[in-house]
């Protein structure tokens, strides 16, 4: 089945405890994995797009990384406002669509 | 306009009544999709347009569902004889781009919707 897994469901950290997100998917002819931000009641806004292993983003203190099974984002000394839910998406040959993960929820604290 | 527009952003009806939710594109985008968000949850794709092919349906939960997208661009989602399952956030989003080369997503704020 294809699908989009991301873990951990919830991160609580502290401000400057640095840490990773996970995005593992199964899917066929990847064409693009994405990351978004979505704040509570708000649509999702769009933060990078990732085509092949090996490739790197950065933003900010954001930096998210792909490899042929997943891809992680690192977040570097976090501050409050960085909390957040942080979705994956994939578009893929295979079903020729976007599909999502359930997303991960971020807080941190001052 | 300058962003994806969803109309209504709040919508409360009865069960078994008709909602129609509304989606304004970004102009000139190809690809329009249909997510659902229920509580806590991710986005749980629904259907999606991709310029003047058919529609991909495949995440219809049910023939309750439908939509359409007139001319390339407004888009309507119609849920009829809604049920209190169907209470969620329905979201729109364009792309530029579609097909092979789908970029990434804009998105509207969403139209909350509750059956009672």
């Known amino acids: 089945e294809d699908q989009v897994t991301q873990s951990p469901e919830a991160l609580r950290l502290q401000e400057g405890e640095s840490s990773s997100l996970n995005c593992s998917y199964t899917v066929s002819g990847l064409r693009g994995l994405f990351w978004y931000r979505q704040d509570p009641g708000k649509g999702p806004e769009f933060l990078f797009t990732?085509?092949?292993a090996g490739e790197e983003k950065e933003k900010e203190r954001l930096k998210a990384t792909l490899t042929k099974k997943e891809s992680f984002l690192h977040i570097t000394a976090p501050k409050p406002e960085d909390s957040a839910t942080y979705l994956c998406?994939?578009?893929?040959?295979?079903?020729?669509?976007?599909?999502f993960g359930a997303g991960t929820r971020l807080f941190v604290k001052a | 306009g300058a962003g994806v527009s969803q109309s209504p952003s709040n919508k409360v009806t009865e069960k078994g009544k008709d909602v129609e939710l509304r989606c304004d594109p970004i102009?000139?985008?190809?690809?329009l999709y249909w997510y659902r968000q229920s509580l806590g949850q991710g986005l749980e794709f629904l259907i999606y347009?991709?310029?003047?092919?058919?529609?991909?349906k495949s995440g219809l939960p049910s023939d309750r569902f439908s939509a359409e997208r007139t001319g390339g661009s407004v888009s309507t989602l119609t849920i009829q004889r809604t049920q209190q399952e169907d209470s969620a956030v329905y979201l729109c989003a364009s792309s530029k781009t579609s097909g092979v080369n789908t970029g990434e997503l804009f998105f509207g704020e969403g139209s909350r919707l509750t059956v009672l």
């Open positions: 990732l085509y092949s």
């Open positions: 102009s000139g985008h190809t690809a």
């Open positions: 998406a994939v578009f893929y040959t295979g079903g020729f669509k976007t599909i």
């Open positions: 347009f991709q310029g003047n092919s058919a529609p991909d």
